[in-house]
């Protein structure tokens, strides 16, 4: 039986899961699509499967079932969702949303009492209150499925799958639902791995082990694996095929170390993955009469004595033959990889020197070449020559490698930092500091959770460069109003002066912004202020985003960073430019130093930011779109048991 995307499955190696929520815009989507191109480079390109959590309204869990016509905007709305979607898959990326047909919230266009259960029933709320759909009614009067084709007319061909969340029915309601999006053209992949099981591809709680209950992971039958492994993502892990994982780095759930992320793609994935190229043609269990060993259509082969594996357990212990020669043992491989380009991948996790024989069909090179992989992408290149048909490779601990034949190295592409920005390396992604015109001690670093960002040093310094047109990097600015900001961070013990400024021929400032000189300019001080965000790949340090808003008629505008004399250090990174929509203040003052309607927020619910208290979780507070009656008080609310009455809801 068909399964909608199921061949891409054995290559989409690498999953992530880039979160924006609560209106913050941790991840935009040009920073995800920055992101995306450094993956690809930190691993030659391996396949990725991208899911947007949090594309819409004000990120995750808002504005549901709005599946098309109502974008995150403070992410870049769906002009850059689209960069992104298109862009992404010249680095080998397929994308896909985080939807929801179970629960609905007040501010969705879609949202009414026609749409909900009768009487009505609350559902999840962690932000704003939703509501249950009534599903059976939604899937026969078509009008989910209409939604759903409305997301499936706007978006890129890219934009290629769904993640049903909180998706309940199993049965023939699941069964119809997921047939018909097919039938749409969308790949399927579910919150659970039992529900829409003949069409799902991927399920998060069987792949993600930090996320969801431990007794409720992935499906557990032989059987169904026997037949689908190389079709399905839906797995408990196994000491012989081991399962596919999510690591998250980019806010999902907290996390932000990109060390564990890597990790688990090239212990994990990479071998699992190499296992799904190939149907399953017998398999044994571990026993009296021998190891456990499975045999696939290709004549890959992978034996084990071991019985069985937790989730966070990578099974080392076991052994891969394919053609001719032994690929895998013991945590380390020599695997070879022919998609685009004829390759070999390289891991040993404790480094060092290892000698393989090389497989039939690579015994014929007598010399490859060897790169280290690194974020910037391959380094360190070395000749490894072939001696009767195996090879000696040294190598670091943590680091992974891919092989060429000698004459046959793909170049590399640009990754263009920035594309679709008016901030060339925002990110500082290249490593370097080459798109900004430097004045002092700043040098680029990476911190512990394998993230670039630029480093001030002691004494005066400063970075800066010329704003360019997001859609024509050769122009200037265009005309418009508009918001800069920087994320920086002064050593919290001390003091160091920090100012980001726009200067040029025609700045103004705008929403009370202080002028300086010929243009605009914020400086601070001290950053005492504990980033609280957990989906912000800053949480837990003391980065704040420091912002300057001003007009400019299109003619040359220069945004520049700088620290004064100190020698406290001061990290700056993530600089972004977007249009900006001041606030009208009804009654200005001399005295007034700010006002905010928070009508058209850049980012969050500046000036306020989450509190410190609220550091062990997501945040709670996001702003609200209006939607009368719906999201005004004295429509169904919760009364003090949770239960839905008529003129219970205070507050959306």
Not at 10 to 25: D, L, M, T, Y
Not at 559 to 571: D, T, W
Not at 592 to 598: K, M
């Amino acid at each position: 039986e068909p399964i909608t995307g199921s061949e891409n499955v054995p290559h989409e190696v690498v999953k992530r899961i880039p979160f924006n929520i609560v209106s913050q815009a941790t991840h935009p989507f040009l920073r995800t699509l920055d992101d995306t191109k450094r993956i690809a480079l930190a691993t030659d390109g391996l396949g990725q499967s991208v899911m947007l959590k949090g594309y819409q309204a004000e990120g995750h869990d808002a504005a549901h079932p709005d599946y098309a016509g109502h974008y995150n905007h403070r992410a870049g709305g769906k002009e850059d969702l689209d960069i992104l979607v298109t862009e992404g898959q010249k680095w080998n990326a397929t994308f896909g949303v985080h939807v929801n047909a179970t629960e609905s919230y007040s501010e969705a266009h879609a949202f009414s009492e026609d749409l909900l259960r009768d009487p009505i029933e609350p559902g999840w709320g962690w932000m704003n209150q939703s509501y249950m759909i009534d599903g059976p009614k939604d899937l026969g009067s078509a009008e989910v499925l209409r939604r759903f084709q409305e997301l499936r007319d706007e978006a890129p061909e890219n934009l290629s799958f769904l993640y049903m969340d909180v998706y309940y029915p199993n049965g023939w309601e699941g069964q119809r639902l997921s047939q018909e999006l097919e039938q749409q053209g969308w790949t399927v992949s579910t919150e659970w791995a039992d529900k829409m099981p003949r069409s799902s591809t991927w399920s998060h709680w069987a792949t993600d082990e930090n996320y969801g209950g431990s007794t409720n992971k992935g499906l557990n039958s032989q059987v169904i694996r026997f037949i689908d492994n190389a079709r399905k993502d839906v797995w408990n892990p196994d000491p012989l095929l081991s399962n596919a994982n999510v690591q998250e780095f980019e806010g999902w759930t907290g996390h932000q170390d990109a060390n564990a992320f890597f990790e688990t793609v090239w212990a994990r994935n990479v071998p699992t993955k190499f296992l799904q190229r190939s149907q399953i043609i017998s398999w044994t269990t571990p026993g009296d009469d021998g190891p456990g060993r499975i045999r696939f259509a290709d004549g890959t082969e992978v034996t084990s004595d071991v019985e069985s594996v937790s989730g966070t357990e990578i099974p080392t212990d076991r052994t891969i033959t394919s053609d001719g020669a032994t690929v895998y043992e013991g945590g380390k491989y020599l695997l070879p990889w022919d998609e685009e380009h004829e390759k070999l991948y390289h891991w040993n996790p404790d480094g060092g020197s290892s000698t393989w024989t090389l497989t039939d069909s690579w015994a014929g090179h007598g010399s490859l070449t060897m790169y280290r992989l690194t974020d910037s992408g391959r380094t360190d290149e070395v000749t490894v020559t072939a001696e009767d048909g195996q090879v000696t490779l040294e190598t670091e601990a943590g680091s992974a490698y891919v092989l060429y034949p000698r004459d046959h190295v793909p170049e590399q592409a640009d990754p263009q930092w920035g594309f679709g920005t008016p901030v060339a390396d925002p990110g500082f992604f290249s490593g370097t500091l080459d798109a900004w015109r430097v004045k002092g001690e700043v040098s680029v670093e990476t911190d512990e959770f394998r993230n670039r960002q630029a480093l001030f040093g002691s004494g005066s310094a400063s970075i800066e460069q010329a704003l360019r047109d997001p859609a024509r990097p050769i122009r200037h600015l265009p005309a418009g109003t508009w918001s800069a900001w920087a994320w920086i961070e002064i050593d919290p013990a001390s003091t160091r002066e920090v100012t980001v400024s726009a200067t040029g021929h025609g700045v103004e400032p705008a929403a009370y912004q202080a002028a300086a000189g010929r243009g605009v300019a914020t400086t601070i001080t001290a950053s005492t202020v504990l980033n609280a965000t957990a989906s912000d790949t800053k949480h837990g340090r003391f980065f704040q985003r420091v912002r300057v808003t001003f007009t400019s008629t299109g003619s040359p505008v220069t945004l520049a960073i700088a620290a004064g004399e100190g020698e406290v250090q001061v990290r700056v990174d993530d600089v972004r430019v977007v249009p900006f929509v001041a606030p009208e203040d009804p009654e200005p003052t001399d005295a007034t130093v700010l006002f905010e309607d928070f009508e058209n927020v850049d980012v969050g619910y500046w000036p306020f930011v989450t509190g410190a208290d609220n550091i062990g979780g997501d945040a709670r507070t996001q702003l609200a779109e209006r939607h009368e009656p719906y999201s005004q008080a004295g429509w169904y609310g919760l009364d003090e048991d949770s239960e839905v009455v008529e003129g219970g809801k205070l507050t959306d």
